[in-house]
């Protein structure tokens, strides 16, 4: 009896028809942090919804795709994605450059993606039928982030520094839209690039004399940025957004941290559940 058991075991296993949940994301170079967490998120996720595609006669499994937050690479991926019969869908890609290239790459092939970070605002609204993502566009987390900084801090004038990432120029085009609509004043507007100093690009800023200074762009920047200002005594009000809503941001940038304002594309901690996927 129990050898005819592992056989039905072993006959129902292999019956399974394998489906993929793609995750793609950098997980090599300077966000690999980021894209680790996106993708251990997945995983769980997958772990405990297995049971339930198994009783559909579906093995659910996870593939990572390392898109080194790099166009070039991501380009690279697309085909053995495509050519892979078993993904059914994709998660990520966590920046808005590499987004628009596999909503191009894979809208054709008919294969969903849901974007845990992309924020483009003409990502999706084009006609991208496959694209989906878990954020407000980067022109309404603007929008809600100048409002704040005006009702709630009572600030009249903005500094804005972006990255130069299409997500970081996004976001600024709308606080700088936004900044209009609600009369304050925006002192400067600067894309910082690999050859400012930090010293020269607080001197900017220090001349400017902003209530507050509004940052769009990844945390890498963010980091030596706050923990310079602060060393040097600069107390000025440091508004972000959302990229700065991560563990990993609020770890490496220790005290220089405290005080500072950004947009989230989370809501406040819900109430704990046995299902956190179900829920």
Same mark, same amino acid.
């Given at each position: 009896?129990?050898?005819?058991?592992?056989?039905?075991?072993?006959?129902?296993?292999?019956?399974?028809?394998?489906?993929?949940?793609?995750?793609?994301?950098?997980?090599?170079?300077?966000?690999?942090?980021?894209?680790?967490? &996106?993708?251990? $998120?997945?995983?769980?996720?997958?772990? @405990?919804?297995?049971?339930?595609?198994?009783?559909? !006669?579906?093995?659910?499994?996870?593939?990572?795709?390392?898109?080194?937050?790099?166009?070039?690479?991501?380009?690279?991926?697309?085909?053995?994605?495509?050519?892979?019969?078993?993904?059914?869908?994709?998660?990520?890609?966590?920046?808005?450059?590499?987004?628009?290239?596999?909503?191009?790459?894979?809208?054709?092939?008919? &294969?969903?993606?849901? +974007?845990?970070? $992309?924020?483009?605002?003409?990502?999706?609204?084009?006609?991208?039928?496959?694209?989906?993502?878990?954020?407000?566009?980067?022109?309404?987390?603007?929008?809600?982030?100048?409002?704040?900084?005006?009702?709630?801090?009572?600030?009249?004038? @903005?500094?804005?520094?972006?990255?130069? +990432?299409?997500?970081?120029?996004?976001?600024t085009r709308g606080?700088?839209?936004?900044?209009?609509?609600?009369?304050?004043?925006?002192? !400067?507007?600067?894309?910082?690039?690999?050859?400012? +100093?930090?010293?020269d690009l607080l001197?900017?800023?220090?001349?400017?004399?902003?209530?507050?200074?509004?940052?769009?762009? !990844?945390?890498?920047?963010?980091?030596? @940025?706050?923990?310079?200002?602060?060393?040097?005594?600069?107390?000025?009000?440091?508004?972000?957004g959302d990229a700065?809503?991560?563990?990993?941001?609020?770890?490496?940038?220790?005290?220089?941290?405290?005080? &500072?304002?950004?947009? +989230?594309?989370?809501?406040?901690?819900?109430?704990?559940?046995?299902?956190?996927?179900?829920?």
């Amino acid at each position: 009896t129990s050898a005819l058991l592992m056989t039905f075991s072993f006959a129902l296993a292999q019956a399974l028809q394998p489906i993929t949940v793609g995750v793609m994301v950098p997980l090599s170079g300077s966000q690999a942090k980021q894209g680790q967490e &996106i993708y251990n $998120a997945a995983s769980v996720a997958v772990s @405990l919804t297995r049971a339930k595609f198994k009783v559909l !006669g579906l093995d659910l499994r996870i593939k990572a795709y390392d898109d080194q937050n790099s166009a070039v690479q991501v380009k690279a991926l697309l085909g053995s994605i495509i050519a892979d019969v078993n993904v059914m869908g994709l998660v990520g890609p966590l920046s808005s450059e590499v987004a628009r290239i596999a909503v191009l790459g894979l809208e054709e092939a008919r &294969i969903p993606m849901v +974007s845990p970070a $992309a924020g483009l605002p003409r990502l999706g609204r084009a006609g991208d039928g496959n694209f989906n993502r878990l954020v407000a566009g980067d022109d309404l987390q603007a929008q809600a982030g100048v409002i704040f900084i005006k009702t709630t801090l009572n600030a009249r004038s @903005l500094f804005v520094l972006d990255d130069g +990432s299409q997500d970081g120029q996004a976001q600024t085009r709308g606080v700088v839209q936004e900044a209009a609509k609600q009369g304050l004043k925006v002192l !400067g507007n600067v894309t910082v690039d690999q050859s400012m +100093s930090l010293k020269d690009l607080l001197r900017q800023i220090s001349q400017a004399k902003p209530d507050v200074l509004y940052y769009n762009g !990844g945390y890498d920047f963010a980091i030596p @940025l706050l923990k310079r200002m602060r060393r040097d005594g600069d107390t000025t009000l440091f508004f972000g957004g959302d990229a700065l809503s991560n563990d990993g941001f609020r770890k490496e940038v220790g005290a220089a941290g405290a005080g &500072i304002y950004y947009t +989230s594309s989370a809501a406040p901690p819900a109430p704990t559940h046995s299902d956190p996927v179900g829920a």
